[in-house]
C-alpha cells in the first residue's frame, strides 16, 4: 500500500527565503506526481504534474523534481511571499501503478513572516 | 479559467439520513473522482469514475456509498445513512485523461473542486 510523508510538517521562514519541502513515497513504481497547495478551509489547487519520464517541472517561482528510484520528490519555492503561506500536500497515485485514484501526504504548513 | 464546482458548500444532516453531494466537472474531462478530508488529516481517495463506472475505490467507500452521472455535467456521490464519522469535507475533482482509459498521462493532472462540507449530527 502506498504510503506518503512529507518533511517538514511545519514551517515558518521571513519573506524572501528560497524554500525546499520534502516528500517521500514507499511505492516507486508510479506514472505521476502532483503537487497542490491548500489554503485554510479551501479545496486544492494543482501546482504542478510531473510525470515519472521527467525529472522536473516548472511554473513561476516554483520548481518540483522527482526521484523515483528513491521514492523522493522536492518542492522548492523561490523568493517565498506572505502569499504563498498555505499548506503544500504531496500526491501519487493511489496503488503506487496503474491508479487513477491519489495518495496524499499530510502536508507542509508554510508560514512566510512579512 | 474552466473549474470544477460543487454544492452545496455545506450540508448539515441528522445521522441515518441520505445525503447527495453535488459536483459539475471541467467540460472536457472524462475522469472524475471523490475524496475525503477529515479535519486535520490528510485527504483520502474514495473512488474514481470512467466511462459511466467505477473505475477504482478504496476500502472507505462501502456500500453505503454510490456515485452517479445522472446527466451530461453532474457528478454525484450519495451516502445512504449517514454515520457521526461521516463528518468531513468532501472534495471532487476531474481530470481530462487517466489510467483507466490508458490515455496519455500527460492529460492526468486532477483539478479539485472547492468542497462540501458535510456535518452529521
Known amino acids: 500500500k502506498q504510503e506518503v510523508t512529507q518533511i517538514p510538517a511545519a514551517l515558518s521562514v521571513p519573506e524572501g527565503e528560497n524554500l525546499v519541502l520534502n516528500c517521500s513515497f514507499t511505492?516507486?513504481?508510479?506514472?505521476?506526481l502532483q503537487w497542490f497547495r491548500q489554503d485554510p478551509g479551501k479545496g486544492l489547487t494543482s501546482l504542478l504534474l510531473?510525470?515519472?519520464?521527467?525529472r522536473e517541472q516548472t511554473s513561476g517561482r516554483l520548481n518540483a523534481s522527482l526521484d523515483k528510484s528513491s521514492g523522493r520528490s522536492t518542492l522548492y519555492i523561490a523568493a517565498s511571499q506572505p502569499g504563498d503561506s498555505a499548506t503544500y500536500l504531496c500526491?501519487?497515485?493511489?496503488?503506487?501503478?496503474?491508479?487513477?485514484?491519489?495518495?496524499f501526504g499530510k502536508g507542509t504548513h508554510l508560514i512566510i513572516q512579512p | 479559467e474552466p473549474e470544477v464546482t460543487q454544492t452545496p458548500s455545506h450540508q448539515v444532516t441528522q445521522m441515518g439520513q441520505e445525503v447527495i453531494l453535488r459536483c459539475v466537472p471541467i467540460?472536457?474531462?472524462?475522469?472524475f473522482y471523490w475524496y475525503r478530508q477529515i479535519l486535520g488529516q490528510k485527504v483520502e481517495f474514495l473512488v474514481s469514475?470512467?466511462?459511466?463506472?467505477?473505475?477504482?475505490k478504496s476500502e472507505i467507500f462501502d456500500d453505503q456509498f454510490s456515485v452517479e452521472r445522472p446527466d451530461g455535467s453532474n457528478f454525484t456521490l450519495k451516502i445512504r445513512s449517514t454515520k457521526l464519522e461521516d463528518s468531513a469535507m468532501y472534495f471532487c475533482?476531474?481530470?481530462?485523461?487517466?489510467?483507466?482509459?490508458?490515455?496519455?498521462?500527460?492529460?492526468?493532472?486532477?483539478?479539485f473542486g472547492p468542497g462540501t462540507r458535510l456535518t452529521v449530527l
Open positions: 467540460s472536457n474531462h472524462l475522469y
Open positions: 500526491a501519487v497515485p493511489y496503488s503506487g501503478g496503474g491508479a487513477d485514484g491519489l495518495t
Open positions: 475533482a476531474s481530470s481530462e485523461g487517466g489510467l483507466s482509459g490508458r490515455t496519455a498521462f500527460t492529460y492526468n493532472e486532477q483539478f
Open positions: 510531473i510525470q515519472s519520464s521527467q
Open positions: 469514475f470512467y466511462n459511466n463506472e467505477i473505475s477504482e
Open positions: 511505492d516507486s513504481a508510479i506514472y505521476n
